[in-house]
């Protein structure tokens, strides 16, 4: 096995039906912009009544059917926010802790201290972080907070700082694959994943390669290094 090997985003995921929320995060093969992805995906009632709005600059979740809302603790929350020259986006209401921290002189791992997985027992979902720094360099860090035991007794907390690599990002999402009666949490480090320069070729991968039943939305934001602008894809399988 090549550790260095390189698949698409698609051959990461191709087969397995519940990886749950993800986000990615690199550069393009030709080095001129960065690209940015997250998606969820849900196999209650109350996870798959979701899809994704963007609002004033913000990407949000929201219901697609407010009168069916169960609890929305765990699942309305700001996914994506630019603050100055970074842009943040989670699996959950931590982009706004981070969002804090940061205008407060904070590192993104020092601004999540005060957060843990989700208490969402047995699965203790694991919070998934991304933060995107703009400027002469271009970098991102990912991080995961995961239980560190099956009754979650404590929390587990992994950063991971990554240099732009033109061609090359990194991909974390919240479980393994599907499981009962808990899923097992993500393991190891993010996965290197291959970044092409269409926009449209990487949504495309990643939504085709998502499981039919289990996928509820996408958004991929691909950011011009040289002037911050940017184009973006938004897919919501509700519409």
Known sequence: ????????IGERIAGNSYVGRGLAIGTTSDGTKAAVAYF???RSANSRNRVFVMKDGVLQTAPFDASKVADPSLIIYNALKVIGNKLIITN????DTIEEGVKNGKSFSESLES?????D???????ISGMATFGDKFS??????KSLDAEGTDCARYTFSYPSKAGLGHFIHTYVC???????SFQGEPERIAIPNDINEFTSDLWNNLDADNKISLYVRYVDLKDNS???RLINKYN
């Open 178 to 184: 599907d499981g009962a009666p808990s899923i097992p």
């Open 230 to 232: 940017f184009t973006d």
């Open 140 to 145: 991102y860090e990912l991080s995961i907070l």
């Open 40 to 42: 969820i995906m849900g």
């Open 1 to 8: 096995m090549d550790i260095y090997a390189i698949p698409s």
């Open 92 to 95: 959950g209401d931590q982009t």
């Open 121 to 127: 027992k047995p699965n203790y979902t694991p919070r």
């Open 115 to 119: 957060r843990c997985f989700e208490p």
